[in-house]
């Protein structure tokens, strides 16, 4: 990497660090440090809802899952703004009136303890494993491509959010989300135009377009119900709006960022722009991951992204010829692409049918025999995986736009985009880890305490349970191992938990005559049957979409505890319209 891309890299992370700092440099009490004083503005609110659901894998993953499989995982968010407006006319409320630091503090007071205690303990499950691949995702990729060691890495990204996030606590990870959320979007719009730029001179972005229709990549709505199928309307409505339900209403990373909304109205506000703009900016990464893939159809992109692979077979004797001969039937089928493509562009612009039929067919045959190499790779990395015992990942969408941006951009540009990454990255760990410190200082180290300690104790003690999870999420991060594509397995590590948890919620919500025993045994069946489904699904029993896990977990809690209930004598009190027991 060139000095000015370093230069440009280190001066924005550590400006915005510096910013985060500064900003809450007053921060000296529990309610400021996990809430903010409740003085933050919509638009802080709303751009620090986003950086935190926006982490590096977002960046790294989905250009690459759009280059493999087109837009339509941009119908996994299309139920975000159902969800918005629930939460913003339901949940806020109920939250704001109560005045909660966390969550879970309602649990108890609509139920019990046991019920509180369990569904934290399910955040901090599930938080806590995602905590872990924030941190590993980025840095695996980012050791790579840079060729900097894989701890140091992880080192680097963790120890610097540890450091302002015990400092600041939410406000310092809010703050500076907002800044991590500017410098993010501007240089994914950087990077978006300097594609276009990139093209050939004779190929206009209308051109590129046309040609990412008719090669099947911007297929974004699909109607047909197929439970085979993990992107579609149906998946998208009725598993991701519930997923959104639970992530946004009842995981503490969401919730403390709109708790600290200096009024009900602000934090509605700062929900409902997430909900706005959010499936637009994803909308707008995945795009740039069609113009990687049409700007690689003019440029030869390597016959696997993963450079540390393509350089292990390249050392090794018996791969090195056996790659050496995929790499040659790979560039005769670059060529032959290079051809139909420009005489597909020639029939769109002709509006001639039957030769853009024509034209596709070739191209679809091609692009076949590209995957068969491209699989063939695959096999070479199994296999010497297999003969010398070490794990070689064959998934390489992952490195798909690092690889771009680290090959084709200018310095300056390369500085840049990897400052988005790192502040991706930075901006969700930060919050998670600030989540799960108050969420373990609330619900568990002061409820177990009582009142007796000081205000100075529990703010101390939230700090230390900081850099707890801290040094969990990066013992976790040094140990973990890849996914198929990293964007899906935070949203299934999400999705394996979630769905539980807003059945508790939806239940202390709007099934008011529903004691706590019938709720707790409802629960630790319903996360059991998740776990299972999962499993057995992986197992290869059956192939059902991980988003609706949300949808069933949800369904099996609320159920079981209409069931149980009738098993059970009526609550012994009356409950008022928050589900607090009356005096």
Not at 102 to 125: C, G, I, N, P, S
Not at 296 to 305: L, N
Not at 435 to 449: E, M, N, P, W
Not at 463 to 492: P, Q
Request: glycine share 8%; proline share 2%.
């Amino acid at each position: 990497m060139h000095t000015t891309d370093w230069i440009v890299m280190l001066v924005t992370l550590l400006g915005i660090v510096a910013y985060g700092v500064w900003k809450t440099r007053n921060v000296n009490s529990t309610e400021s440090y996990i809430l903010g004083d409740r003085e933050l503005k919509w638009y802080t609110i709303g751009l620090s809802i986003m950086a935190t659901q926006a982490s590096a894998i977002t960046f790294l993953s989905t250009p690459g899952q759009a280059f493999d499989d087109g837009m339509r995982f941009a119908q996994f968010y299309f139920g975000l703004p159902i969800a918005m407006v629930i939460l913003a006319v339901f949940v806020l409320p109920i939250f704001y009136r109560l005045k909660v630091y966390t969550a879970y503090e309602y649990l108890e007071q609509r139920f019990d303890l046991k019920v509180r205690r369990f569904t934290a303990l399910l955040f901090l499950m599930g938080r806590g494993l995602a905590a872990g691949i924030t941190i590993y995702a980025p840095a695996i990729i980012l050791s790579i491509i840079l060729d900097w060691n894989l701890d140091l890495t992880i080192l680097l990204i963790g120890i610097v959010v540890i450091c302002y996030t015990m400092f600041g606590g939410t406000t310092a990870v809010s703050q500076t989300q907002k800044t991590q959320m500017i410098v993010i979007l501007s240089g994914i719009f950087i990077a978006f135009l300097y594609l276009i730029y990139s093209l050939p001179q004779d190929v206009s972005f209308g051109n590129a377009v046309g040609v990412a229709g008719k090669m099947g990549k911007l297929n974004i709505v699909d109607f047909e119900f197929d439970l085979s199928n993990k992107y579609n309307m149906w998946s998208a409505l009725l598993g991701g709006t519930f997923l959104f339900l639970s992530y946004f209403g009842t995981d503490q990373s969401q919730v403390q960022r709109y708790l600290s909304g200096k009024t009900l109205t602000e934090s509605r506000l700062g929900l409902m722009f997430n909900g706005i703009f959010k499936v637009p900016m994803q909308f707008m990464i995945l795009f740039v991951g069609i113009m990687v893939f049409m700007f690689y159809q003019f440029e030869k992109p390597p016959v696997h992204f993963n450079p540390s692979n393509l350089k292990v077979l390249s050392e090794t004797p018996g791969y090195d010829d056996q790659l050496d001969t995929y790499q040659g039937e790979f560039d005769k089928v670059f060529d032959e692409k290079q051809i139909e493509i420009r005489n597909l562009i020639s029939a769109i612009d002709a509006d001639d049918q039957s030769s853009i039929t024509n034209a596709q067919g070739k191209l679809k045959r091609l692009n076949s025999q590209d995957s068969l190499i491209r699989s063939g790779v695959d096999g070479l990395i199994k296999n010497y995986s297999k003969e010398y015992d070490k794990k070689l990942d064959t998934e390489d969408n992952d490195y798909v736009f690092i690889s771009y941006v680290t090959k084709y951009l200018p310095k300056g540009l390369v500085g840049l985009l990897l400052a988005v990454i790192f502040a991706a990255a930075m901006s969700s760990v930060a919050s998670e880890l600030s989540a799960l410190a108050s969420c373990t200082t609330v619900d568990f180290y002061k409820r177990g305490y009582g009142e007796e300690k000081s205000d100075r104790h529990y703010l101390n003690a939230t700090k230390m349970f900081t850099l707890m999870w801290g040094c969990l999420a990066l013992l976790f991060a040094s140990t973990a191992s890849m996914y198929d594509n990293l964007i899906e397995f935070v949203n299934i590590i999400g999705s394996l938990f979630y769905g539980t948890i807003l059945g508790v919620f939806v239940v202390a919500f709007f099934m008011k005559k529903i004691g706590s025993n019938a709720v707790f045994a409802a629960a630790i069946i319903g996360e059991v049957a998740v776990v299972s489904i999962f499993t057995l699904g992986k197992l290869g029993y059956f192939n059902l979409p991980y988003l609706y896990l949300n949808l069933i977990g949800c369904l099996i809690v609320v159920l079981l505890s209409l069931l149980f209930q009738q098993f059970n004598n009526p609550p012994a009190h009356d409950k008022n319209k928050d589900g607090i027991l009356d005096a």
